[in-house]
């Protein structure tokens, strides 16, 4: 298993790297793509009962259900960890397969800006809704 | 640096591919199917909260089969994402890391995903 939060010094021990090696970068990006990851599993099998249990029948029911605070924040934070572990896995794959420069560089650009843009057009939506 | 002439085999219909294997691949595909659809789902979002119009637009989606099937591959995508990311984060912490265990695991995982799927499609009908 890796270890994860170890000091500066001992990081240097443990693989001979310094923290500021790209083997670090890597961890960290390893572990960002798992705490997404949690928070969107916890999200989506919470959201899930609670949509299970109180299915909205109407337009108004499903309005009201989105502009509650709570689930609106909650949603917004599963659709940036969405699109942050859409970027680290559509990064890995385009870096594992293309292996052209330019056009990895432009792939990453397009795949980088769709994400963003998307991040604003969902935090637009869901932070918007009002009954 | 490495040698850059070092032999490299990668016949993907020559090699024997353990079940492992085509579940990584698995994972990785249905991330990128995944990655597509964020924009429509987005839109559908975004349409059922717009307007009561809006709203019976989503829902009347669903009379579509085609919209249906589409659905039916993002639930596949979805739970078998899911489940193979289950699987990952108990290698992470050391369950299941020998040859037996990782190849149970991995058909547990396939099956689920299908499971799911079968179950999503019998309650669309």
């Known amino acids: 298993m890796v270890c994860i939060g170890r000091r500066a010094d001992s990081d240097r021990d443990w ?34 009962i609670y949509f299970a249990v109180n299915t909205p029948a109407s337009f108004l029911e499903w309005r009201a259900m989105m502009a509650n605070s709570f689930v609106a924040i909650t949603a917004t934070l599963f659709f ?51 009954v | 640096m490495e040698n850059k002439k070092r032999p490299v085999f990668l016949d993907l219909t020559r090699i024997d591919m353990p079940v492992m294997a085509v579940l990584s691949f698995a994972h ?57 990311g289950i699987r990952y984060f108990m290698l992470d912490l050391d369950i299941g890391v020998n040859v037996v265990d990782g190849r149970r695991s991995a058909w547990c995982v396939l099956g689920a995903g299908l499971i799911v799927t079968v179950i999503g499609m019998v309650m669309m009908l």
């Open chain 1, 15 to 48: 693989h001979g790297d310094d923290v500021m090696s790209r083997k670090s970068i890597g961890l960290r990006i390893w572990l960002i793509q798992r705490l997404s990851a949690v928070y969107m599993l916890l999200f989506v099998v919470c959201f899930g």
């Open chain 1, 80 to 130: 940036l960890s969405l699109l942050t572990h859409a970027w680290i896995g559509m990064r890995d794959v385009i870096m594992d397969y293309l292996h052209v420069d330019s056009l990895r560089l432009a792939l990453l650009t397009v795949v980088g800006f769709s994400l963003l843009g998307a991040a604003i057009w969902i935090m637009k939506i869901l932070l918007t809704v009002s």
């Open chain 2, 28 to 84: 990785r595909i249905t991330g990128v199917l995944m990655f597509l659809a964020i924009p429509v789902v987005i839109y559908l979002v975004g349409l059922s909260l717009s307007s009561p119009q809006g709203y019976d637009s989503v829902t009347s989606f669903f009379d579509s089969g085609l919209f249906r099937l589409a659905v039916l591959l993002m639930l596949w995508c979805f739970s078998h994402h899911f489940f193979a």
